[in-house]
C-alpha cells in the first residue's frame, strides 16, 4: 500500500501562486509515476499534470501548460505542484495519485493510490 498526504493549499488571490506537496509512504517506488489531478464542485475530477518515476518525462493539462510546474525529489518522497498565475477557474479540490508504473497518464483509472484531497481557492 501506498499512502498520500498533501499539503500546501488555500485560498489566494488570482494572480498569486501556490505550491502543493504530495509525501509518499508506505510501499512506494522510485519507479512509479505521479499525477496531479483536481475537482471542481459539479465537475468531474479532471488530469492536471503527471510524472515518469524519475522526473524524465511530464505532460501537462492544456488549462495548466505554461503556469503549473509538476517535480519530484525522490529522496523526500515528495511530488510537488507549483502553481503561478492563478485563475479563479482553478479553484478546486486538488488530488495527487500515484500508479504502479514508470509512465505519465491523464487518465484517474490509471492511478491506483490516491490522497485525500486539498482545497484551494483563488478569489478574483
Known amino acids: 500500500q501506498v499512502q498520500l498526504v498533501e499539503s500546501g493549499g488555500g485560498l489566494v488571490q488570482a494572480g498569486g501562486s501556490l505550491r502543493l506537496s504530495c509525501a509518499a509512504s508506505?510501499?512506494?517506488?522510485?519507479?512509479?509515476?505521479s499525477g496531479w489531478f483536481r475537482q471542481a464542485p459539479g465537475k468531474e475530477r479532471e488530469f492536471v499534470a503527471s510524472i515518469t518515476g524519475t522526473g524524465g518525462g511530464i505532460a501537462y493539462a492544456d488549462s495548466v501548460k505554461g503556469r503549473f510546474t509538476i517535480s519530484r525529489d525522490n529522496t523526500k518522497n515528495t511530488v510537488y505542484l507549483q502553481m503561478n498565475s492563478l485563475k479563479p477557474e482553478d479553484t478546486a479540490v486538488y488530488y495527487c495519485a500515484e500508479r504502479a508504473d514508470y509512465y505519465i497518464s491523464r487518465h484517474t483509472n490509471d492511478y491506483a493510490w490516491w490522497g485525500q484531497g486539498i482545497q484551494v481557492t483563488v478569489s478574483s
Open positions: 508506505g510501499r512506494t517506488s522510485r519507479l512509479y509515476a
